[in-house]
């Protein structure tokens, strides 16, 4: 050991000197992970598109209330789907887009 990594901290700080460092074992990388990254992201997906909870944790062997967890982004929240990301920039531009729009109706108006 190296006295010079270490230091004292809370708790907080170690989660977060763990996670800079890239040793925090999330998501299917954790020793108690049922589910992979890509099953998660297809059960966000499932349960967008309107299945049962109930059916999907049937699929992946979970509970139904893990679904949702997982849907709501109260588990798996840092994992992030590219396809995911680009909607979001999408749906900003298209906002930004309307709001454009409605401050040049207003100015031709005004």
């Known amino acids: 050991m190296n006295k010079h990594h270490v230091r004292w901290a809370t708790p907080l700080e170690n989660s977060q000197d763990k996670y800079g460092h890239g ?48 849907s709501a982004r109260k588990k798996w929240r840092w994992l992030t789907d590219e396809r995911e990301r680009l909607r ?8 930004l887009q309307r709001e454009n729009d409605r401050i040049e109706r207003e100015s031709d108006n005004g």
């Open 23 to 70: 040793t925090m074992h999330l998501g299917e990388y954790s020793w108690k992970a049922k589910l992979t990254a890509d099953q998660v992201l297809e059960i966000r997906g499932l349960a967008a598109d309107g299945v049962a909870h109930r059916l999907i944790a049937e699929r992946y062997g979970i509970s139904a209330t893990h679904v949702q967890k997982i």
């Open 88 to 95: 979001g920039i999408a749906a900003l531009q298209a906002k």
